[in-house]
């Protein structure tokens, strides 16, 4: 035996796995891979939040909070996304013509969330109805009372309404 394979030996399973992650394996140790990929890693996950930062806010619309939500509705923006490069909504008259489909939808998801992205600041309990004008006051009252959420009245206020829609068929 050795002088080598009795000191690899003596040390025990600890020291002879240490050993093993920092020889080398054929050009580089599994510690210099292992210490890559943590770096990747560390640096994949700090880009990916930054952009969601990026990407959530006021100018990004129907951004929840929540990062399981938020994380959804990136998803659903990518669909947005794919759609246009498939060009069924690349140009402006494409979009104009599928408008009405596509806000339809958003109103649909947001009275199933009781329109979840308003109430991250406009919710009811946070609401000071004193510093409202009288109108607003009763209305936010009502809708409060009749469980109604900020989409049922406000469709319009973030986006101006698209050609062909009728309140009365919204209803």
Same mark, same amino acid.
């Given at each position: ?5 009795? $000191? %690899? ?25 292992? @210490? ?16 969601? /930062?990026? %990407? $959530? ?11 399981? #939500? ?6 659903? @923006?990518?669909?947005?996304? #794919?759609?246009? @490069? ?6 402006? =008259?494409?979009?104009? /013509? ?5 806000? +339809?939808?958003?109103?649909? @998801?947001?009275? =199933?969330?009781?329109? +979840?992205?308003? +109430?991250?600041?406009?919710? #009811?309990?946070?609401?000071?109805? %004193?510093?409202? =004008? ?32 009728? /309140? =009365? /068929?919204?209803?």
């Amino acid at each position: 035996m050795t002088s080598e394979e009795r $000191n %690899t030996q003596s040390r025990g399973f600890f020291g002879r796995f240490w050993k093993a992650i920092w020889s080398p394996i054929s050009k580089y140790s599994l510690g210099a891979l292992l @210490a890559g990929g943590i770096v990747l890693g560390v640096g994949g996950w700090g880009a990916f939040n930054w952009s969601m /930062e990026l %990407t $959530n806010t006021e100018t990004y619309c129907h951004v929840p909070k929540e990062w399981i #939500y938020k994380v959804r509705r990136k998803i659903q @923006a990518s669909n947005e996304l #794919y759609h246009k @490069a498939l060009g069924s909504i690349d140009t402006q =008259e494409k979009f104009e /013509e599928k408008r009405l489909q596509l806000a +339809r939808n958003v109103w649909k @998801a947001m009275k =199933e969330t009781d329109s +979840r992205e308003c +109430r991250n600041c406009h919710s #009811y309990e946070f609401m000071d109805m %004193t510093k409202q =004008e009288r109108r607003s006051q009763k209305r936010h009252a009502k809708g409060q009372k009749k469980g109604e959420t900020c989409i049922d009245c406000h469709k319009g206020i973030a986006h101006e309404l698209p050609e062909g829609w009728d /309140e =009365e /068929e919204e209803s």
